[in-house]
Structures are given as C-alpha cells and as structure tokens.
C-alpha cells in the first residue's frame, strides 16, 4: 500500500474532485492521455473498493440497461440535453409525459451513477453521459437492451447445462436459449480508412474500369460510401456483396458509383482480381473451418495485386485485455457461438487458407 499522509491524502482526493467537475483539456484533446487516465480512475476506484461496492455493482448490471432503456424511451435524456438551462424534476414530467413522482425516481437514480447533474435544488443538466445517452448513440443502448439481454441473461445457465464448455456451434448456442428459438441471428469501431493507408496502397494506377473495392457481407453498404466519399477522385469500381434481400433494399439512385451483387461468401468469389477484398464483423461470427472457407473462397479470386482487408478485434495473446474487446467477445459467445480473436489465433487461421499478415 502506497505511503501517504492524511494531508496529503486530502489533497489527492480533492484533486480528483475537482477533475471530475472540470477535466483538464490537457487530458481530454489528448487520445492516449485520456485513454490512460480513464484507465487509472477506474482501476484507482476498483482498488478502494468496499466488498459491498463490488458485489451490488455487479449484481445490478441489468438494471443499469433497463434504467438507460427507460430514459432512452421516456426521452428524458433528449429532454434534458436539448435545454438550454437546468430544468427541474416538474419540467422534466411536464415534457416526457412521465408520472412526478417517477421522474423524481428516475433522477435520483441518474444523478447517483453520474449519468446526469443536479446543479442545483432540483434543477438538472446534462453531462458527457446524458450526451453519450442520446440519438444516435441511445440506438446501442435500445439494442443491446432489447436484442442481447435474453442471450446474456440464460448464459450462466446455458454454460451449466453445456459442462462449461465454448460454444462451438452457431445453432446451439446462448442465443437460441434465450430467444426460445433453433433460428441463427442474422447480422462498428474506427474506419478502416483512418488507420490504413487505401489510397497509397490501392488505389495506385487505377482506372476506370480497376476493381478497386470489393465490401464482402456489405451489409448497409456504409463502407463502400466511406470509401467513394473519402477518396472521390480515385478512378476504379466500387462494388457491395451481400444477400438477396440487403441488395434489395439498397438505394441506388441515393450512393451513385457503388455497384451491388448477390452473394454468398460459402461460395468462391465470383469478381476476379479486385486491388482490396474487405469484411468487416465477418470472419468474428464463425468457427476456425467456416472461417477458413470464407478466407479461401476469397483467396480464389486473388491476382498479384489483390489484398484482403480483415476489419475485425484483434485481441492480445499476453497482458490486459481492452474492457469493450472482453465484452464483443462475450458477445459473440452468447450470440453466434463465435469468438474475438488472440493475434497467434488470427496468424493460424490466416496462414491455413494460404495468407500472410502485412500488417495489424
């Protein structure tokens, strides 16, 4: 234990009052500053921790989802964030439409997790959570409420029951118990474009018949406006892949120079020779042999210049996990009987279907 007066423990602990009244731009404009001290406050709060403070912490878990979900719903956050002055718990009712005494409730409940601040008797305004809990970012917390709870809620029960082994099958799975069902779940993170560099890498020499994108599992085909809105002036075709039914429902007359196909990535990949493949959130949802079919049905229609962009979690083989990697991976458990990946697990799986890293 750290060697520290009283005095001096008084004064620690006033500083980091006054940081979280007022955080130092030092540390917010700075990425790995911010990350760390939000790392080290966590990990400061942990550790003083009282046996009580961790268990009902972390029994109540679905509780917080269920109180987010009710302030997403009751527009209570949106209310609050798009005033211009605090507003009392009487406002607050009068807008939402929602019972005094419940709003009053609801507040306490917010103001004691920080998710809000009562800046005065009864007068509220907003903080970066109440932000955080607005459109469009109160779409996670509808979500994951709504679609991922049940699968989370049986997993304790499901491992039991399963011998407390990985699920390795995407129709046996947390999910399937939850939902009461033998049905597969159908189915974000920095921009690929921010951390690799496309136009130095692809887009060399291109012209205007260059295949130069191909999104496989486009999904919304928001990847392939990334890359056309991002790199304008690059020459090549630009082309999403996905089932039946999402290219249906794509707007092509909205997202001009984006060509579409049907496909099924179980099956080999019918456009020849494209500078860059790319999945995002694909090869995370299958086991090691589904996954290495995808990669080599991919790998088939290569050409010299052709590369695969994997958009996917790579997690550490040794030290600390990020928090948000540990919960995609229990994700995908409990959804899809998947996993995130430790980098040696890529590098295995990858050289099976014949692929090297350049570069994570």
Not at 13 to 25: A, C, F, G, H, R
Not at 80 to 88: F, G, K, Q, R, V
Not at 178 to 197: K, M, N, R
Not at 339 to 359: C, H, M, P, T, Y
């Amino acid at each position: 234990m750290a060697s520290m007066s009283p005095t001096e423990a008084q004064a620690l602990v006033q500083k980091l009052e006054d940081i979280s009244n007022t955080p130092p731009s030092a540390i917010l404009e700075n990425d790995d500053l911010h990350r760390r001290f939000r790392e080290a406050a966590y990990s400061a709060s942990v550790a003083v921790h009282w046996p009580s403070d961790s268990v009902h912490l972390i029994a109540y878990g679905t509780l917080y989802s269920s109180m987010a979900r009710i302030g997403v719903d009751t527009k209570l956050f949106e209310v609050l964030a798009a005033s211009n002055s605090p507003l009392s718990s009487e406002e607050l009712a009068r807008q939402t439409g929602v019972d005094l005494v419940l709003t009053k409730l609801l507040l306490r409940f917010y103001q004691s997790f920080h998710w809000l601040k009562e800046a005065d008797k009864n007068l509220f305004v907003v903080n970066n959570v109440t932000k955080a809990l607005t459109p469009p970012f109160s779409v996670g917390i509808e979500f994951f409420n709504t679609v991922l709870n049940p699968p989370f809620t049986v997993l304790p029960e499901y491992l039991k029951s399963h011998g407390y082994k990985n699920p390795t099958s995407v129709i046996d799975s947390p999910w399937q118990s939850g939902y009461l069902t033998e049905q597969h779940p159908a189915s974000g993170l920095p921009e690929f474009v921010d951390v690799y560099p496309f136009e130095q890498e692809v887009g060399k020499d291109t012209t205007d018949e260059t295949i130069l994108f191909v999104d496989i599992g486009s999904a919304l085909g928001s990847q392939c406006v990334l890359v056309r809105n991002r790199f304008p002036s690059l020459k090549g075709r630009i082309i999403m892949q996905d089932q039946q039914h999402v290219i249906d429902a794509w707007n092509a007359e909205a997202n001009p120079g984006i060509g579409t196909m049907v496909y099924e990535f179980f099956t080999p990949q019918p456009v020849q020779g494209a500078r860059a493949y790319y999945m995002r959130n694909i090869i995370h949802d299958h086991q090691d042999q589904q996954a290495r079919e995808i990669l080599l049905n991919t790998v088939s229609a290569f050409s010299k210049d052709s590369v695969l962009l994997i958009d996917d979690i790579v997690l550490p083989d040794e030290g600390m996990v990020p928090w948000r990697a540990t919960l995609a991976d229990l994700n995908m458990l409990s959804t899809l009987a998947a996993k995130e990946r430790l980098e040696r697990e890529w590098r295995v799986l990858l050289d099976s279907a014949g692929l090297g890293i350049i570069k994570i």
